[in-house]
């Protein structure tokens, strides 16, 4: 069960309570093994033989500040980015939508190309207004 707990992403209600549960009883590190800092928890434990006071003051300063941190900001600095597995099926998705969007992209490309080419041509002399209209036509049709 306590894998579970400390496994888990951290909650910030939970952090604050366990600061609070340090200040008045001997567990002053709890918290700070709690949010993955066993470093800190350590200070806190031989703390409580040197300094015995200390460690409690710092766990009602730590619950304070957990508890006027919001969400987002507790989030970042204790619960570290979790990659979110993406599934074959959803990575495909995109794969394929992005080479769609590209396609797209290099056909509207050419189209327009091809448009810059007839009017050329047009403005040349060597394409009739009438011949122009109708390879536009065709062009733009070929886009949608």
């Known amino acids: 069960m306590l894998q579970n707990l400390f496994s888990k992403p951290k909650s910030r209600k939970l952090a604050v309570v366990m600061a609070l549960l340090g200040t008045v009883t001997p567990l002053a590190f709890l918290h700070k093994f709690y949010l993955k800092q066993p470093l800190w928890g350590a200070i806190y434990l031989l703390l ?13 300063v730590d619950a304070v500040w957990y508890f006027l941190q919001d969400k987002e900001q507790f989030d970042r600095r204790f619960n570290f980015p979790v990659v979110e597995e993406i599934s074959s099926s959803q990575l495909l998705l995109e794969t394929r939508q992005q080479q769609q969007a590209a396609a797209i992209a290099s056909r509207v ?5 091809a448009l810059r080419k007839l009017d050329q041509l047009r403005e040349d002399g060597l394409m009739s207004e009438y011949e122009f209209e109708q390879k536009r036509r065709q062009l733009l049709d070929r886009m949608s």
């Not at 490309?109 to 190309?113: A, F």
């Open 109 to 113: 490309e050419d189209i327009t190309s």
């Open 48 to 60: 409580l033989f040197s300094l015995p006071q200390l460690p409690h003051i710092a766990c009602a």
